[in-house]
């Protein structure tokens, strides 16, 4: 089945520097790339996505850029703050399913 | 736009009674909706995909006769987790397809505890 892994596992970093964080999938026929950001004890929410017919999306403080051939996408967070604080999922979705498989989830912590 | 709600938002039971969970899009139709379990400091896992009007499909390994999937309507979707026991403790939570891409909208979660 699918496999898809996320780098780092946590991530630590100053208020107000970049963070980036790495998927890398197996199904070459995935063609949706949604980043989700997961606060403590609530459900997963939506903060960017992109589709397999472009290279990157920026969205302000948020940007996302893919490279079909190597199976990778990354989410950036520039200017990050303390409310950045969550952990992140990548999910691609399969080609040939609607189904999203989740990654192993980022801990991101911004310290002010 | 594109709100999904989760009711109730926890819940405690005594092993060996069911529990019923809904899952409602609140302003867009959804044909299609999952439910997913997560436990502590772990990935979300598919358990699995409710069609309004047909029987849901379930991912392997997750029981169809503990884990009761309704999806009558193009706005509710139901689980029941039937004779609960301890190890069923988790966070279960929806999705909805929605959107002018098929993107999937999350519900809050329902923290299930089964004593």
């Known amino acids: 089945g699918e496999n898809v892994e996320q780098h780092p596992s946590t991530l630590s970093v100053q208020e107000g520097d970049s963070a980036v964080i790495k998927c890398t999938y197996s199904d070459s026929a995935s063609n949706y790339f949604p980043w989700y950001k997961q606060e403590l004890g609530k459900g997963p929410q939506l903060i960017i996505d992109i589709r397999s017919n472009v290279g990157e999306k920026k969205d302000q403080r948020i940007a996302v850029t893919l490279n079909k051939t190597a199976k990778h996408f990354s989410l950036h967070i520039t200017e990050t703050q303390p409310e950045d604080s969550a952990v992140y999922f990548c999910a691609p979705r399969g080609g040939a399913t609607n189904k999203l498989i989740f990654g192993t989830g980022t801990l991101l912590a911004v310290q002010p | 736009g594109a709100v999904v709600s989760q009711h109730p938002s926890w819940v405690i039971c005594k092993s060996g009674t069911s529990v019923k969970i809904e899952c409602r899009s609140l302003d867009f139709q959804a044909t299609t909706m999952f439910w997913y379990r997560q436990f502590p400091k772990q990935s979300l896992m598919l358990m699995a995909t409710?069609?309004?009007?047909?029987?849901?499909?379930?991912e392997q390994g997750v029981e169809k006769d503990k884990f009761l999937i309704n999806h009558a309507s193009l706005t509710l979707s139901t689980l029941t987790v039937t004779s609960a026991h301890p190890e069923d403790s988790s966070f279960y939570i929806c999705?909805?397809?929605?959107?002018?891409?098929?993107?999937?909208?999350f519900g809050p979660g329902t923290r299930l505890t089964v004593l």
């Open positions: 409710s069609n309004e009007g047909s029987k849901a499909t379930y």
């Open positions: 999705s909805a397809n929605g959107g002018s891409y098929n993107e999937q909208f």
